[in-house]
């Protein structure tokens, strides 16, 4: 039994960062494996979003590349529930409720690509952290571990989509 939908090609009305909408719009088989995952903004998302990172990229035959996303995912997937919530860490319900992560894989068989959608409308600000600081370095990794990422609206949609490429090396 197959544990996640692998989606051909439909990218639905989440629109991905520039350099992925372009290869998209293309040809829709560009991206023939595509999962996605809804989660509710809250810390027991990124677990949850690690794990399905693994088991869709070894079902994909991508295990080799399963750390470096799963990486990625977690520090997307924290700054996205991070940025849903208030100063108390407590999610900012709206009028639909629960604020949502969603995260979606796709891949041509030898590339990677992770987006994170969430509803905040202010763009990530990658910077650099001081030596002393504990935190600030979550985009960094992202960009070391990645060959490329960026962020993007969507049109029709509130917030922001993160996207992140991977290549096998
Ligand atoms: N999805 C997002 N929505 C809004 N702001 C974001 C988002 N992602 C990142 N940011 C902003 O970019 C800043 C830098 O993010 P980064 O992940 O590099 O560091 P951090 O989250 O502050 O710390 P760390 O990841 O090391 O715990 C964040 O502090 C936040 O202000
Ligand atoms: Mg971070």
Known sequence: MRTVATLSGSHGTMAGCSWSQ???AENATYWPLSARLPLGALPTA??????YTRVVLGEWGLAAMADRAELIVSELVTNSVRASADEDGRPRYGDAGLPVVQLRLASDHARVLVEVWDGVPVPPAPRLAAPDEQGGRGL???AALSDRWDWTTVPGWPGKVVCAELRSR
């Open 140 to 142: 960094a990794l992202v």
């Open 46 to 51: 990124v677990p949850c979003a690690r794990l």
């Open 22 to 24: 372009a290869v998209h």
